[in-house]
């Protein structure tokens, strides 16, 4: 009988084992894989998103807007300014809550 659960308890063991081995072992495969180089799909996909970064920066916003898209933004904000009744849109609105006026109940 103690003999059965201690292959039992071998068993478990070697299962959680297996498992932390597996885990550790695919984990690392991803660490090493980020030190080799890129295949050529991701390096193309990195490096156009990265150009687009810095031509995002030099512009002071959308890359390539024309002057349709600015028209149609200062119409769209106008739009929700009159909506929302006006205000700045680009900022966060402050909420303010008063505090409720409360009334002291007495009791009979």
Do not use: C, W
């Not at 929302?84 to 008063?98: E, I, V």
Request: no cysteine; charged share 30%; glycine share 6%.
């Amino acid at each position: 009988m103690a003999l059965h659960r201690l292959f039992r308890l071998s068993s478990l063991l070697r299962s959680a084992v297996s498992v932390t081995l597996r885990r550790n072992i695919g984990l690392s495969a991803v660490v090493f894989n980020k030190a080799k180089d890129l295949d050529p799909v991701q390096k193309l996909f990195l490096d156009k998103i990265r150009e687009y970064n810095t031509k995002s920066k030099a512009a002071g916003g959308v890359v390539e807007a024309g002057p349709a898209y600015q028209k149609n933004l200062t119409e769209e904000m106008t739009k929700l300014q009159r909506l929302y009744g006006g205000g700045d849109l680009t900022k966060f609105p402050q909420f303010k809550f008063p505090e409720p006026k409360l009334e002291e109940v007495t009791t009979k």
